[in-house]
């Protein structure tokens, strides 16, 4: 789907057509995906041309390869990992850290226990584990928080379409340095400057959709 919001607009896109849209994404990346798109037929999109032109994230970090990757987003039952390596990577494509997961986009932890609802998945999953090895993976009911069945893995996808850590750096800078804001009046600078100072470390969700074009460059 197309977001609601128009480009330029300071808007927030509403979280199920951001999620539908991730969700496709992720499907054009896998089919591709020499190891998970082995076999697998080629998805058929069916978007609007506003929703095909808007620019969005690289196919590298929509993939689901082994978390032992630099952009790997697949656990598995019985691998070690790294608890804070983990809820960094999580951080850094869009999850937010709640105390009860029951939406998609959040993760959660308490002692052993890892929650994450992927934003593709119809249910949340609940990793345990003993010491630093993943002992099980089960998926739940959000609701209720009682557990569904168990499976052998959970794969991530990014939370959000525009995910500062994850873009070109070096390529933001040089583009934010050659900005003219001559024609602008002092507030409309003042606030645009405010948002990009802080763009890397504390971002406004509210306004990223509005730095979508600086942040994204794939469509």
């Known amino acids: 789907p197309e977001p609601e919001v128009l480009p330029f607009e300071r808007l927030a896109v509403d979280a199920g057509t951001s999620n539908q849209r991730l969700a496709?994404?992720?499907?054009?990346?896998?089919?591709?995906?020499?190891?998970?798109?082995?076999?697998r037929p080629h998805p058929l999109v069916i978007a609007s041309i506003s929703a095909v032109l808007r620019q969005t994230l690289p196919p590298e970090a929509m993939m689901p390869g082994p978390s032992d990757t630099p952009d790997g987003n697949t656990w598995n039952v019985g691998q070690r990992v790294r608890l804070n390596h983990l809820l960094a990577r999580w951080v850094d494509l869009g999850y937010r850290n709640e105390p009860i997961v029951q939406v998609p986009g959040t993760f959660g932890h308490r002692g052993g226990i890892i929650?994450?609802?992927?934003?593709?998945s119809e249910l949340p999953f609940r990793i345990e584990l003993w010491d630093d090895e993943i002992d099980t993976i089960r998926l739940f009911d959000p609701r209720t928080q009682r557990s569904v069945h168990t499976v052998d893995e959970v794969s991530i996808i990014p939370a959000r379409e525009q995910l500062p850590n994850l873009a070109d750096r070096n390529r933001i800078d040089d583009i934010i340095r050659q900005m003219d804001f001559s024609l602008c009046n002092p507030?409309?600078?003042?606030?645009?400057?405010d948002e990009l100072s802080v763009l890397f470390d504390a971002p406004n969700v509210e306004t990223l959709a509005f730095y979508n074009g600086l942040l994204n460059r794939t469509n």
């Open 24 to 39: 496709a994404l992720a499907a054009l990346a896998s089919s591709v995906n020499p190891v998970y798109g082995k076999n």
């Open 187 to 193: 507030q409309v600078r003042q606030r645009i400057e």
């Open 115 to 120: 929650d994450v609802y992927p934003t593709h």
